[in-house]
């Protein structure tokens, strides 16, 4: 069974970072394409950054890009959210998703699996 558990949000300030992790277990994570995607309030589920399985591309949000960076560690069968300077419009809640292929893409219909979520607040 495929299962995603995404951790590591919390409360911080403008400016600040937090590092957002998803354990994936019932699948190898190298052989899916994984991202995250967030949800605030009121808006619909948007794609924040995803990452391919064939080369281990990597694309990003014109929001959170150079502030934002995915990694994977396949290892640990974990894929990693690392994000810097945070905005308050960043606030949402920060899902994992992966879905079998080797290309990734940022619509969230596409993707399968889905985690949790862990929620981000980014508030003085």
């Known amino acids: 069974q495929v299962q995603l558990v995404e951790s590591g949000g919390g409360l911080v300030q403008p400016g600040g970072s937090l590092r957002l992790s998803c354990a994936a277990s019932?699948?190898?994570?190298?052989?899916?394409?994984i991202g995250w995607f967030r949800q605030a309030p009121g808006k619909e589920r948007e794609g924040v950054s995803v990452s391919s399985s064939s080369d281990g591309s990597t694309s990003y949000a014109d929001s959170v890009k150079g502030r934002f960076t995915i990694s994977r560690d396949n290892a640990k069968n974990t894929v990693y959210l690392q994000m810097n300077n945070l905005k308050p419009e960043d606030t949402a809640v920060y899902y994992c998703?992966?879905?079998?292929?080797?290309?990734?893409?940022?619509?969230?219909?596409?993707?399968?699996?889905w985690g949790q979520g862990t929620q981000v607040t980014v508030s003085s």
């Open positions: 019932g699948f190898i994570l190298e052989y899916y394409a």
């Open positions: 998703a992966t879905v079998m292929g080797t290309t990734a893409n940022m619509i969230p219909q596409l993707y399968d699996y």
